[in-house]
């Protein structure tokens, strides 16, 4: 009973926990080989589904304001920098396709997720 109650405690708190990463918590804490195939099943059994993460506007208006004033300010400095590389840096996720976890009926949204390996 106290390992269920640990396990419903864990699922809460990684709600937003990538499918690997479950599976690693998994076969780490029990010492144990378990598929992923075998933790889906568990989790659809537990009312957990897979679900695009809402979209959320992460800037606001005041946001853009102040980045524009910034780039403005600093406009002279910029025009000495020879601009030739276009990498793209992804902050917050791999850029793949993501996915949360939860209860059917629950709603989260995407502005709470943080990294797709992160603990909390």
């Not at 926990?17 to 659809?44: C, G, M, N, P």
Request: aromatic share 10%; hydrophobic share 35%; glycine share 4%.
């Amino acid at each position: 009973m106290v390992k269920k109650a640990r396990n419903e405690k864990k699922k809460k708190k990684n709600w937003v926990a990538s499918f690997h990463y479950i599976f690693q918590i998994k076969a780490k804490d029990q010492e144990l080989e378990v598929s992923t195939s075998t933790i889906h099943r568990r989790l659809i059994e537990g009312h957990f589904f897979g679900r695009k993460p809402r979209k959320t506007p992460l800037l606001q208006a005041r946001h853009v304001k102040k980045r524009l004033d910034f780039a403005n300010e600093h406009l002279a400095k910029w025009r000495n920098i020879f601009w030739r590389d276009e990498s793209k840096i992804v902050v917050f996720c791999t850029g793949g396709r993501r996915q949360i976890y939860n209860e059917t009926g629950e709603c989260r949204l995407r502005s709470a997720i943080h990294s797709e390996d992160s603990e909390a």
